[in-house]
C-alpha cells in the first residue's frame, strides 16, 4: 500500500515569510497527526485530527501556525509569521484511529527559517 | 502530560553484545508505550508496542510499574541494528500533551 505522502520535502524560507506543508495519509486512515522534530529531540504532536475533526492541539502555537483537514483527508499545516526556532523537520503521521493503534509517518519536510 | 524520558543519547555496542535502551515515563494511569526505530534515510517506523508483549527483530521490551520504566532489550547485537530509537506514548485523543522521548542512537560496532 501506499505510505503517508509529504510535500515539499525540503524548505528555507526568511523569518517573517509564510510556508505551507501539505500531507496525505494513507487511505482509509481516519487519524492524521502534525508532529514537530527540532534537532536534538523526540517528535513533539502538534495537532491530531479525527476525520477532519481536532482532537488534540494543545501544543500548537496557535498564534503561527494553522492546520486544516479539510474533507477529512488531506491536511496542510500553515505557519505563518514564520520564527528562527520553528526550523525543524515536520512529521505527518496516519493511523486507523482506535486508541493506541500504531502510526504511520511520512518522509517529513525540513524548514530551514533564515 | 505523558512524559517519557530516554536518558542516553548515544550506545555504542559490539556486535554480539546484550543491548538495553532505557525508557521511564511519568504519568497517571494505565501507561501505553512505543518503540519507534529510524534507520538511516528512512522513515519512523514503529518496532513493538507494550501490549502486544511481542518480539520484533529479536527486541523486547516489559513495562515495569514499579520502576515506570519500558526498556528495550536484545540478547545480541546485530549490525543492521545501528538506528535511532525512540520510545514514545501514544497520542490517544484528548490534550495530552505527546512528545516522544529524545531519542538513542544505537551504534553496533563490527
Not at chain 1, 505510505?3 to 481516519?30: L, M, T
Not at chain 1, 477529512?72 to 505527518?92: H, R
Not at chain 2, 494505565?30 to 538511516?40: D, I, K
Request: proline share 7%.
Amino acid at each position: 500500500e501506499a505510505g503517508v505522502a509529504q510535500s515539499p520535502r525540503y524548505k528555507i524560507i526568511e523569518k517573517r515569510q509564510s510556508v505551507a506543508f501539505w500531507c496525505n495519509p494513507i487511505s482509509g486512515h481516519a487519524t492524521l497527526y502534525w508532529y514537530q522534530q527540532i534537532l536534538g529531540q523526540g517528535p513533539k504532536l502538534l495537532i491530531q485530527f479525527q476525520n477532519n475533526g481536532v482532537v488534540d492541539d494543545s501544543q500548537l502555537p496557535k498564534d503561527r501556525f494553522s492546520a486544516e483537514r479539510l474533507k477529512g483527508v488531506d491536511s496542510t499545516l500553515k505557519i505563518q509569521p514564520a520564527k528562527l526556532e520553528d526550523s525543524a523537520v515536520y512529521l505527518c503521521a496516519s493511523s486507523l484511529g482506535r486508541p493506541g493503534n500504531e502510526q504511520f509517518f511520512g518522509p517529513g519536510t525540513r524548514l530551514t527559517v533564515l | 502530560a505523558q512524559r517519557v524520558t530516554q536518558p542516553e543519547k548515544l550506545l555504542s555496542v559490539f556486535k554480539g553484545a546484550p543491548v538495553e535502551l532505557k525508557c521511564n515515563y511519568s504519568y497517571s494511569g494505565s501507561p501505553e508505550l512505543f518503540w519507534y526505530v529510524q534507520y538511516s534515510r528512512q522513515r519512523l517506523q514503529l518496532l513493538l508496542r507494550h501490549i502486544s508483549r511481542e518480539s520484533i527483530k529479536g527486541f523486547t521490551a516489559d513495562l515495569n510499574k514499579g520502576e515506570t520504566s519500558f526498556h528495550l532489550k536484545k540478547p545480541f547485537a546485530q549490525e543492521e541494528d545501528s538506528a535511532m530509537y525512540y520510545c514514545a506514548p501514544p497520542p490517544s485523543g484528548g490534550y495530552q500533551k505527546v512528545t516522544f522521548g529524545t531519542g538513542t542512537k544505537l551504534q553496533v560496532i563490527p
